[in-house]
């Protein structure tokens, strides 16, 4: 069992009505246009001049999934409310990096080091040297960014499922718990999910950049589901390299915002599907406090699946899920309280 040591877990206390645990996309939300993408205007019309169909066709059509139209149905519950994160905990997130010790995390860093080369070239994306920020080839417009954001999150969704799926088959066929895995693997796959769709409220993807995303998720779910039978372990190490990816690219397009180089979404206002689901307060709906909420979702993900990557796959229960006999010891918790504190990204390891 890994000594991660953190605070007590976070326990989000009885939510006001107006974030009652349900995510609702509301009519009045407004898409912000974004240079050379297809935007939500569409999306607007219908939501604004005639009743939106629940019908799969028109969802597809829309890009987005949006209020449900049937007759006696208000709105939709989700399986998992999020955790609240403060803003100072979301300002304390870091980019770290948890060093190889063995040849399996070599084999999983070097996977996310050539997946990482596939995302840049296909988002058209170079990281600056520093002090070249501001060089033409190193810019990143909003357009660049929120491709990048789409393509990211559309693989980022897959390992969780992946995961989830593969541990409730095991079970089924052994006839044996999982010891509470699944749940946290699949809620995972969920948080990406919500990623994904809270970015397509920004901007939809072309034609191409579908095509590109279809062929990722052919290629990269299959390719994880063999791997995740041969060796979950590596698997999670792989995602816990590939979320550190995820919080450097998040914080360069925060640090982007912050410096004026995207001054399309300096005051640009969040999706309102953002604003229920991470229980965004007033004030604090802006575009950057977007990529704050969706940062720490990165570095929790980092977080748990090097945990997960350091635990025995068969036989330890998932410790982001127990219940445990002395409440007040510090144990790890599905909030971001402690994620400065966490050994590992002090010293590398958990
Ligand atoms: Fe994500
Ligand atoms: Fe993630």
């Known amino acids: 069992m890994n000594p991660l ?34 935007m939500s205007s569409s999306d607007s019309k219908v939501r604004g001049n005639r009743s939106i169909s629940s019908s799969q066709k028109n969802q597809a059509t ?57 995302m840049d070239t296909a988002t058209g994306y170079r990281h600056p040297p520093k002090g070249q920020e501001n060089v033409s080839k190193f810019v990143m417009t909003d357009k660049k960014w929120i491709t990048r954001f789409i393509f990211l999150e559309s693989v980022a969704g897959v390992p969780g499922m992946v995961g989830g799926t593969l541990r409730h088959l095991r079970s089924l066929r052994l006839l044996r718990r999982d010891n509470g895995w699944i749940e946290t693997l699949l809620e995972e796959a969920y948080n990406e999910r919500m990623h994904l769709l809270t970015f397509l409220n920004v901007a939809r993807p072309g034609l191409f950049m579908r095509l590109m995303v279809l062929g990722a998720q052919g290629v990269f779910y299959n390719g994880f589901f063999l791997s995740y039978l041969i060796s979950p372990r590596i698997c999670h190490r792989f995602v816990g390299y590939l979320e550190e990816e995820a919080v450097i690219t998040y914080t360069r397009a925060i640090s982007d915002i912050e410096e004026g180089r995207v001054p399309e979404w300096a005051n640009m206002p969040a999706p309102e599907i953002a604003v229920q689901y991470w229980k965004m307060p007033e004030g604090n709906r802006t575009m950057k406090d977007l990529l704050l909420y969706v940062r720490a979702d990165e570095a929790k993900h980092r977080e748990v699946n090097h945990t997960l990557a350091n635990l025995n796959q068969e036989n330890d229960p998932n410790p982001y899920a127990a219940r445990y006999k ?19 990204e002090r010293e590398e390891v958990i």
């Open 5 to 38: 040591a953190t605070r007590a877990p976070l326990r989000a206390g009885p939510l006001p009505r107006a974030y009652a645990p349900t995510v609702m996309v509301r009519r009045s939300l407004k898409p912000t246009a974004v240079s050379g993408m297809r």
């Open 326 to 344: 002395d409440p007040k010891q510090p144990h790890p918790s599905k909030g971001i309280e402690h994620l400065r504190e966490t050994g590992w």
């Open 62 to 118: 829309n890009g987005i999934f949006l209020a449900p139209q049937a007759p006696h149905i208000r709105d939709l519950e989700t399986a998992w409310t999020h955790p609240v994160y403060t803003y100072d905990q979301m300002r304390d997130v870091r980019v770290a990096h948890r060093s190889t010790k063995n040849w399996a995390d070599w084999v999983a860093l070097a996977a996310v080091r050539l997946l990482r080369w596939g």
